[in-house]
């Protein structure tokens, strides 16, 4: 026997809808994945595809240390051509959009990297 | 048992003795000399304690010599140093004193060189712009008091900063005693409700960066266009005028030894210990 079964079987109805609120609410409402923009004309990076996409950040900190700190500023030769150790010199050259090329994985992804408080972005200055 | 306990008592105490004698007695045998381990650290404390000693030579270290005669005959080559360094390097202009950022700017005589007075010098003196910047000392302070190692000496003994790990504490502009280091109070890249930046009325130089709020910065004796075998740029804006001589000050083959080696100069503050990389002909 048990008492009040009307409320408590209400109340968990309403608890596990609320709880598993998250998971209907966004059912079909997926983001799209993001899409970068690549450079035209150009196939390789200063490394393969996958570490840039999962190690970029650490490259460039490690840039940054070599290059600040050591002054190991020696050319990163991709394809002959030669880049600067460096997010605005070099890596821009290419992804010449920051709102193209950063900004569409770092909305996606939620991150807010603080790059370009300080460091110029190629077009959009802001 | 007795006789076994005050066997292995008299045992246990020899080996003990000779366990503490035997290092100093091999290290006696060893070097032949009975204070010889002593007597290094004694050497090397009466070195670092005696001020007059000629100064060590480690590495490279650039530095310059600034001929202020040239900037009291050529009128603007000090601000157009200050604008040209100002530029390349994307220091703000706050337009007020309290904020004001300074790579490199002008002081009078008396006031650039500590303890020095103008009373009844010539007037040449008194009117004379003395160009000033960080010093790149041989000892900085500053990098002593960064507690991020924000602030470092590179190989080439450039006092060099790494704006990402400065907290903004401040301790280096304390500890410097050339007030060469500004903290930037506002945001430098505010912008005006049109997108037009405040504090950079000339626009930005779009290869260097800018700095953010809460950091220090301060000349880099143009780290990256030396390492691109250009001059820094404040010599460079001197042209032919050798008003600004740049070199690595512990090569003697270098221009810059030969003119110190031949000229009268004196440094900024030098009774500070820091020994300043950055010598003036008066």
């Given at each position: 026997m048990m008492y009040d079964s009307g409320k408590i079987i209400t109340g968990l109805v309403i608890f596990v809808i609320m709880i598993t609120f998250p998971i209907w609410y966004n059912v079909g409402g997926a983001e799209q994945l993001p899409k970068v923009e690549k450079p035209v004309?150009?196939?390789?990076?200063?490394?393969?595809t996958q570490f840039m996409r999962t190690s970029h950040m650490a490259l460039l900190n490690n840039w940054r240390d070599e290059v600040v700190r050591s002054g190991e500023r020696q050319y990163q030769v991709v394809e002959g051509v030669k880049y600067e150790k460096s997010l605005q010199n070099g890596c821009m050259n290419c992804h010449t959009s920051k709102a193209k090329f950063c900004d569409e994985c770092h909305t996606y992804a939620a991150v807010k990297p603080y790059c370009w408080d300080c460091h110029v972005q190629p077009k959009e200055i802001n | 048992m007795d006789v076994k306990r005050r066997k292995f008592l008299k045992i246990a105490g020899i080996s003990a003795i000779a366990g503490i004698g035997a290092p100093t007695a091999f290290s006696t045998l060893l070097k032949g000399e009975v204070n010889a381990s002593s007597g290094g650290g004694h050497g090397e404390a009466t070195e670092k304690s005696d001020a007059h000693a000629e100064e060590k030579v480690v590495g490279k270290q650039y530095g310059l010599v600034i001929n202020t005669k040239k900037f009291g005959q050529i009128a603007g080559l000090a601000e157009k140093c200050t604008a040209a360094c100002h530029a390349e390097h994307n220091?703000?202009?706050?337009?007020n004193p309290k904020d004001e950022i300074k790579w490199i700017w002008t002081e009078s005589y008396n006031h650039a060189f500590q303890g020095k007075s103008d009373h009844k010098k010539n007037d040449a003196l008194k009117n004379l712009p003395i160009l000033v910047t960080c010093n790149h000392c041989a000892n900085p302070p500053c990098v002593k008091a960064c507690p991020t190692k924000a602030t470092f000496k590179n190989k080439d003994g450039i006092v060099m900063m790494d704006y990402h790990r400065c907290?903004?504490?401040r301790f280096c502009m304390a500890a410097c005693?050339?007030?060469?280091r500004s903290f930037n109070w506002k945001n430098p890249r505010e912008t005006y409700a049109?997108?037009?930046?405040k504090f950079y009325p000339n626009g930005i130089n779009k290869e260097f960066p800018t700095r953010m709020r809460g950091v220090v910065e301060k000349c880099n004796l143009c780290a990256k266009r030396i390492a691109d075998g250009k001059l820094p740029s404040c010599v460079e804006a001197c042209g032919d005028t050798k008003g600004i001589i740049f070199g690595d000050?512990?090569?003697?083959?270098?221009e810059i030894s030969q003119v110190l080696k031949n000229t009268f100069t004196i440094q900024r503050n030098p009774t500070t210990g820091t020994r300043p990389s950055v010598f003036y002909i008066i």
């Open positions: 004309g150009k196939k390789e990076c200063v490394q393969d | 220091v703000p202009d706050y337009g907290i903004g504490c005693p050339y007030g060469a049109n997108g037009e930046m000050i512990n090569d003697p083959n270098s």
